[in-house]
């Protein structure tokens, strides 16, 4: 959680063909929940280096996230929440 309490990121992996990591949050009065969404490339002709790659993905929620909890939409596992 960045300073102005607004923007999330989490670390997300990725393959050698898909696309950067979009993270995506849904917000309600009392929730946060988070969705990473990766897109990959396939087709004929497309090859794909063997690479795992890990970086950031964030995204700025509308309003600040005060005392709502944090949940992974995926997994319904609640996050930790970070405030830097």
Same mark, same amino acid.
């Given at each position: 959680?960045?300073?102005?309490?607004?923007?999330?990121?989490?670390?997300?992996?990725?393959?050698?063909?898909?696309? !950067?990591?979009?993270? #995506?949050? *849904?917000?309600?009065?009392?929730?946060? /929940?988070? &969705? +990473?969404?990766?897109?990959?490339?396939?087709?004929?002709?497309?090859?794909?280096?063997?690479?795992?790659? !890990?970086?950031?993905? #964030?995204? *700025?929620?509308?309003?600040?996230?005060? /005392?709502? &909890? +944090?949940?992974?939409?995926?997994?319904?596992?609640?996050?930790?929440?970070?405030?830097?």
């Amino acid at each position: 959680m960045s300073g102005d309490d607004r923007t999330l990121t989490v670390m997300a992996e990725w393959g050698g063909c898909d696309s !950067l990591p979009h993270l #995506r949050a *849904t917000e309600t009065p009392k929730a946060v /929940l988070l &969705t +990473v969404r990766i897109a990959g490339r396939t087709g004929a002709g497309v090859v794909c280096p063997a690479v795992a790659r !890990l970086g950031p993905a #964030r995204v *700025t929620l509308h309003t600040v996230l005060g /005392l709502r &909890t +944090v949940t992974d939409e995926t997994t319904g596992r609640r996050l930790s929440v970070r405030r830097q």
